[in-house]
């Protein structure tokens, strides 16, 4: 619901005040989504990993996606930002995810499209996109080793839903 009141807030910072009102809004909604995934943290059935893609989005984002993809059978593990992509391999090699889904609002270059094509040939576990970038790079992405989840919630939930099932395709 705040979501797009966060959006245009970031949108329009400049005039005198409007930073430190979207400031305010952004620290008290990271403060209340976090305590929300504090609450609804419990040993689930599966685990995914979400981790943002280099310097891609902002907390608040990561941690609503966060939110949105957990579900009474899938518990995420919100890596933190500045997370660097080549220790991905081994950050899945010790927590063994059942997915690792990587998140960026923006459209991913050329290069992190290879890097994350590369990556996914290294892990054990599959790779999943979600956010814009997933929008973005499905067509490029499409018969690769990593699976597109889109950028709405509801969408994100339930395809990580399928994909783990087994019912949804690269």
């Known amino acids: 619901v705040f979501m797009p009141v966060w959006h245009d807030m ?4 400049g005039g005198y005040g409007q930073t430190s009102e979207w400031l305010f809004l952004d620290q008290f909604l990271r403060g209340r989504v976090f305590a929300r995934l ?3 943290h419990v040993p689930r059935s599966r685990n995914v990993l979400l981790a943002p893609l280099p310097g891609q989005c902002h907390e608040l984002e990561l941690l609503v996606t966060s939110l949105l993809l ?3 059978e899938t518990g995420v593990t919100l890596l933190a930002s500045g997370q ?8 899945c090699e010790r927590l063994k995810p059942d997915a690792l ?5 923006q459209a991913p270059t050329a290069e992190t499209t290879r890097h994350v ?11 999943l996109l979600a956010g814009e970038a997933a929008e973005v790079a499905q067509e490029s992405l ?3 080793l990593v699976a597109c989840l889109g950028a ?15 019912q949804l395709d690269t």
């Open 10 to 13: 970031a949108v329009r910072q």
């Open 142 to 144: 499409a018969g690769s």
């Open 38 to 40: 504090q609450l609804a």
């Open 152 to 166: 709405q919630g509801s969408v994100m939930r339930q395809r990580l839903r399928q994909f783990l099932a087994g």
């Open 84 to 91: 660097p992509l080549r220790e991905l391999a081994l950050v």
């Open 70 to 72: 957990s579900s009474e």
């Open 101 to 105: 889904v990587l998140f960026s609002h």
């Open 117 to 127: 094509t590369r990556l996914a040939a290294m892990l054990e576990c599959p790779l």
